[in-house]
Each structure stands twice: as structure tokens, then as C-alpha cells.
């Protein structure tokens, strides 16, 4: 059966080679595949954080009444990475490569400092106190996921 971990971690995979994408592209110098790339990749983690923010953590708050533990420490998190993504953005498209990779770097780190603490805490938290709720809440997830 599939799990919130499980599914969650997936999509972490899914944007993590987005961002590789771009990252290649910039090895082979091709800044507008560069570009299109970290597009899609910016929007993949955004609407990965949107879905978690408006489905997974208030439910997870809700069934549990924590709302000061890990889920605010991962919004808190994703606020930090928002801003990164904008000044990544604003240079790739000022074709800055030298920024867009020192910028790069650090979203890197946050994001697999990041992905590490929901996989390997979060959502199996949300797992063992959602788990009467885990059909309904992984068929929204799943739904608001493929909206991007």
C-alpha cells in the first residue's frame, strides 16, 4: 500500500531531477534548456509545498494538535527556499551562471537537509496519526500534485 512517505518521497525525486536537469543544461552551456528546466523545477516544488501546506500539515495538525513542531519548522524552511528559488530565478534569466550556481549550492543543501527531515520524520509521523485518513488524504495529494 502506498504510504505518505512513500508517495511524497517520490515527488521529492521528481523535482530533485528537475533541478538536475537544469543544472546539466548548464554544463553544456544551453542556458535557455537551463532556464525551462529550473521553470519547471520551481514549479514542481512549489506546488510540492503548496499541496503540503494546505492538505498534509493541517491535517497532520488537526488529528495530532501540533502545530509548533515539525510542520511549522518545514513551513518555516520553505519560506527560506521560496526566496532562494526567486533569486535563482532572477539569475538564470539575467543569464548570471555564476549566481544562479553559488545560489544553486545552497538550495541544494536546504533542499536535502530538508527532504531528509520529512522522509525520515515527518511523514512517517503522518503516517502512524493519519492513518485511518490515508486513503482520502493521498487522493487529494495525488489530485492537487497533478495540477501543476
Same mark, same amino acid.
Given at each position: 500500500?502506498?504510504?505518505?512517505?512513500?508517495?511524497?518521497?517520490?515527488?521529492?525525486?521528481?523535482?530533485?531531477?528537475?533541478?538536475?536537469?537544469?543544472?546539466?543544461?548548464? +554544463?553544456?552551456?544551453?542556458?535557455?534548456?537551463?532556464?525551462?528546466?529550473? *521553470?519547471?523545477?520551481? +514549479?514542481?516544488?512549489?506546488?510540492?509545498?503548496?499541496?503540503?501546506?494546505?492538505?498534509?500539515?493541517?491535517?497532520?495538525?488537526?488529528?495530532?494538535?501540533?502545530?509548533?513542531?515539525?510542520?511549522?519548522? =518545514?513551513? =518555516?524552511?520553505?519560506? #527560506?527556499?521560496?526566496?532562494?528559488?526567486?533569486?535563482?530565478?532572477?539569475?538564470?534569466?539575467? *543569464?548570471?551562471?555564476?549566481?544562479?550556481? *553559488?545560489?544553486?549550492? +545552497?538550495?541544494?543543501?536546504? =533542499? #536535502?537537509?530538508?527532504?531528509?527531515?520529512?522522509?525520515?520524520?515527518?511523514?512517517?509521523?503522518?503516517? #502512524?496519526?493519519?492513518?485511518?485518513?490515508?486513503?482520502?488524504?493521498?487522493?487529494?495529494?495525488?489530485?492537487?500534485? +497533478?495540477?501543476?
Amino acid at each position: 500500500m502506498t504510504t505518505i512517505r512513500t508517495f511524497m518521497s517520490d515527488d521529492h525525486r521528481r523535482c530533485d531531477d528537475y533541478f538536475a536537469e537544469a543544472e546539466q543544461a548548464l +554544463s553544456k552551456k544551453n542556458l535557455e534548456a537551463a532556464r525551462a528546466a529550473f *521553470g519547471h523545477f520551481r +514549479s514542481a516544488v512549489l506546488t510540492h509545498f503548496d499541496c503540503e501546506e494546505k492538505t498534509l500539515f493541517p491535517t497532520f495538525e488537526a488529528k495530532t494538535g501540533m502545530t509548533m513542531g515539525p510542520t511549522q519548522v =518545514m513551513r =518555516m524552511e520553505h519560506e #527560506q527556499m521560496r526566496a532562494l528559488f526567486e533569486d535563482a530565478r532572477a539569475a538564470i534569466e539575467a *543569464g548570471d551562471i555564476d549566481e544562479y550556481l *553559488g545560489i544553486a549550492e +545552497s538550495l541544494l543543501i536546504m =533542499m #536535502q537537509q530538508h527532504n531528509m527531515k520529512e522522509e525520515n520524520i515527518l511523514y512517517p509521523m503522518c503516517d #502512524q496519526h493519519l492513518s485511518a485518513e490515508l486513503p482520502a488524504v493521498l487522493e487529494r495529494l495525488e489530485t492537487e500534485l +497533478s495540477q501543476e
